[in-house]
């Protein structure tokens, strides 16, 4: 069986993919170095679109349409512009009710687009272009540390990580969000409370990276406007030894923290980068691994918090489970030397 | 059926569900189809590049090594048909419940005709609706098409007008929908059903063929004011379905191929075992087959030949989870856990498995909370089934209409450790009344045999025969207004032998009177102080019962089963149900 590997790495090249929610324009080309600040990609977004019945204005036949409309598919207008007109005597303007492009002429109706922004997507880290998808995005290398999470916000940033976790099981004490933590990335322990991310609101900060987060803030941190990672998952739940131990390793350094919503197929899972200078690419991460004795496991618990060991043996057949379910599983050997058993997929890979 | 009728030929199932892909062979032993093994994998969606052809392949490698027969060649390909050495299978059907539930826009005329039926015919796949238009819908055209454009369905459902009527109506509603389309990116144009007024179709066709990813159109839903037919709408819809998924995951083709295009949504294909069964328990049967699973909850209601599917992915044990107390206060899966377990943590379970949802309950605590849930999606599901049935068919107090048998499908429950907890799990989330047999599908096989119902028509019935269902538990529930404690029925059980065993049930208990599996004997039922067994009040009634696992098993606990507000005389009373059916 094929397990997922969790990514906890002190170097390691990434490929990241950066897409536009829809077609847009890439700005940049494949071979070019990006700054995590820069625009790769920009579309609109959020237009509307506005239907005037030319027809039923101007109480035409069919037939007469064609001659009546002024204007064609593609055509920028401007509020007032003559959209359609008929001659004569009596002979009537429809005028364009607002500002913006016809997209479509046709049963008597046009149609226009109008509103919406300009959606700027950055490229998040530094590194290199390695393919434009068009019209959409680009995948960008880059080397350095990483460390994943398991819930993002959606949103994402770039700044000098700050830690106020002194241990893994620390609660996140909202007090100590002042002022001089203005524009930083935040590593914390559990979220308990609202006041935390009121209060990195407040300041503004650029992320918040936290080991847990009580599942009754979750609507909260969805609506921060900053990113939000939760490395650890719902409920007290302390963090992880090897990312404590990588992230306090790492402090002042400049980290990109991407909240991407984590995708049931696997593709994208929220992460803390943080670029490293390399004088060659180290190995590039690899996703998927066949669970055997020896590879360094998280045990995952929904009711408490996972462990970490290594597996001793995967058995061939099902067994009973302490829970009296029989699932294919693995002995694993915590780090006090206890061992445990546990279902294949309940683990994951940590590399 | 004579076995001389057997074609002889070997059938692969394959059922890629959100969580497990499953692949089950189904070959003649002795003259009559048998199931003969399967082969389980992850569902491979989580691979880079994601490919769930890779999931089937593991399934297939794991179902070969399992039989001892093999079944793909050296480079990993399937052997079909099956070759003169015997190794490989002679046809292959798929069934697909992976992938997220399908944004649906439902368009009709009016709301309690045509937009209803439309809203019905779109609960019976993997669709989430999130966007209704209607004549009575008071926005302007515009804001019409932007909430199309806005939501960026996979799915547009169009109903409207009985056959002969008028037609300007629905033209309108079809520009917009045909408009809305037109302006989204061509790579998220939705498909779109159009099952209204007959003289429309080839219009419909005509209009939205370059706007849409695909346009289908097929008989009215409504063809006369007072007459509903979803069933050829249902068919259409299964087969677009099928083309929006492989729109996400184009390496579907490659099963489609490989099935000769028999690939179907599991919900549809159990629908389709469920009409089956109805006739196969004998006519007039009301059947009822339920599945829970990681996508969906899905109940598929047999009554009086006809099936009324209704499927509710925000039920279903994976992603849908994070909706769910949207749906219902936390509370309501509370009461279900038969451990001591704080609000925060019933929460922390459902939000974190929603990041795990191939998890497996590894402690007893774990099994607790799990089982809550699966009760709690069982019971809300029902009561959302009841609302949907035909008037005729609910009963007072929003009580399951008598069905025999009640087939109950899912890993979930089938992966329950005990026989006690399975049945526990099935009496207290679906809550059934009257006598009914709950039968188990053990392996998880009725979709599938739904599916290769469409190649062969035999090999369903056979493997039914051949005992793909195990029987769960025969069980009588008797309902009442009767205080707790208050005789509620006297039962006699009058085996073959002549052995008697007589029993007296109070309203809120539980009991079981042990007949061995298979075993028949003769039951006297007699409802005490008012009660009902399904006959009327107080009328008693004489029936013969067949044995099961559980034996004959007596649920007097009342319905709606009413539970402790206190939590340590809740959790008591489920430890001492469970006690009771495990003897």
Known sequence: MLAPIFHILPLTTVLRTRLLPTNGKVLVRAGQNVSPTDTIAEAVVGRKHTVVDIQHKLGLAPRKMAQAIKVKKGQKVAKGEALAATSGIFGKEIACPVDGKVVAVGSGKIVLETGGKILELPAGLPGLVTEVIPNRGVTIRAAGALVQGLWGNGKLDWGILMSLLDKPDDIFDPTRLDVEMRGLIILGGHVQSAKVLENAADLPARGLLVASLSPSLLSLAQQVNFPVVVLEGFGRRPLNQAAFKLLSTNIKREVSLNAEFISQQGRTRPELFIPLPVNQDPPELQEMEAFAPGLKVRVVYLTRPSVTGTITQVYPAPVLLPSGIRANAAEVKLENEQRILAPLTNLEVLG | ?583
């Open chain 2, 1 to 583: 059926m004579a076995a001389s009728t057997v074609e002889g030929n070997s059938l692969l199932t394959l059922d890629v569900g959100a969580v497990t892909t499953r692949a089950a062979l189904f070959d003649v032993v002795e003259g009559r189809y048998r199931f003969v093994g399967m082969g389980k994998a992850p569902t491979t969606s989580a691979t880079n590049p994601p490919n769930i052809v890779l999931g089937a392949q593991l399934a297939i490698e794991n179902l070969q090594s399992m039989i001892s027969k093999p079944l793909m060649d050296e480079e990993g390909r399937l052997l079909v048909p099956s070759q003169p050495d015997g190794s490989g299978v002679d046809g292959v059907v798929t069934i697909l419940s992976a992938g997220a539930a399908l944004k649906t826009v439902v368009v009709g005329l009016l709301a309690d005709v045509s937009l209803k039926s439309v809203e019905t015919l779109a609960q019976t796949t993997y669709a989430r609706i999130v966007e209704r238009i209607g004549l009575n819908d008071s926005r302007r055209l515009d804001e019409q098409v932007n909430a199309i454009v806005r939501q960026s369905p996979d799915l547009i459902l169009v109903a409207g007008g009985v056959d002969g009527g008028a037609q300007q109506s629905l033209r309108n509603l079809i520009e917009t929908v045909g408009l809305a389309s037109y302006l989204l990116p061509e790579s998220r144009r939705p498909a779109v059903l159009y099952a209204g007024n007959a003289a429309l179709r080839e219009e419909v066709k005509a209009s939205l063929a370059g706007t849409a990813f695909k346009v289908q159109t097929v008989a009215n839903i409504r063809p006369a004011l007072e007459v509903e037919d979803l069933v050829p709408a249902q068919r259409e819809l299964s087969r677009l379905v099928i083309d929006i998924r492989q729109r996400e995951m184009p390496e579907l083709e490659e099963l489609r191929t490989l099935s000769g295009g028999v690939i179907l949504p599991s919900a549809f294909a159990q629908g389709r075992m469920a009409r089956f069964l109805a006739s196969y328990y004998g006519e007039g049967k009301n059947v009822l087959s339920v599945d829970i699973g990681a996508s969906a909850v899905s109940m598929a209601a047999s009554m009086e030949a006809v099936v009324h599917l209704n499927v509710f992915p925000h039920l279903g044990l994976g992603e849908g989870l994070s909706g769910l107390l949207q749906h219902f206060p936390v509370e309501d899966i509370l009461r279900w856990v038969s451990v001591e377990a704080p609000e925060e943590t019933v929460r922390s379970y459902l939000y974190q498995k929603v990041l795990y949802p191939s998890f497996v309950p590894a402690t007893v605590e774990e099994l607790a909370l799990e089982h809550a849930l699966i009760k709690q999606n069982l019971f809300t599901a029902t009561q959302l089934m009841l609302q949907r049935l035909p008037r005729r068919f609910r009963s007072r107090g929003g009580m399951l209409p008598s069905f025999e048998p009640i087939l109950v499908s899912g890993t979930p429950i089938s992966a329950a450790p005990t026989q006690g907890q399975k049945l526990l799990l099935v009496l207290d989330g679906l809550q059934p009344v009257g006598i009914t047999t709950l039968a188990l599908d053990t392996h998880n096989l009725l979709a599938m045999l739904g599916a290769a119902a469409e190649v062969n028509p035999l090999l369903p019935v056979q493997a039914l025969d051949s005992g793909a269902l195990s029987n769960l538990a025969t069980v009588i529930v008797p309902t009442g207004s009767l205080k707790l404690g208050t005789p509620m029925l006297r039962a006699k059980l009058i085996q073959e032998d002549g052995t008697e065993t007589t029993t007296e049930v109070n309203m809120g208990n539980l009991q079981v009177m042990p007949l061995a599996n298979g075993k028949i004997a003769r039951l006297q039922l007699r409802p005490l102080n008012r009660a009902d067994v399904g006959l009327g009040v107080g009328r008693a009634l004489e029936v013969d019962v067949t044995g099961s696992e559980m034996g004959i098993v007596i649920d007097a606990r009342g319905r709606p089963l009413q539970l402790p507000a206190d939590a340590p005389a809740r959790i008591a009373l489920h430890k001492k149900w469970l006690k009771t059916v495990e003897g």
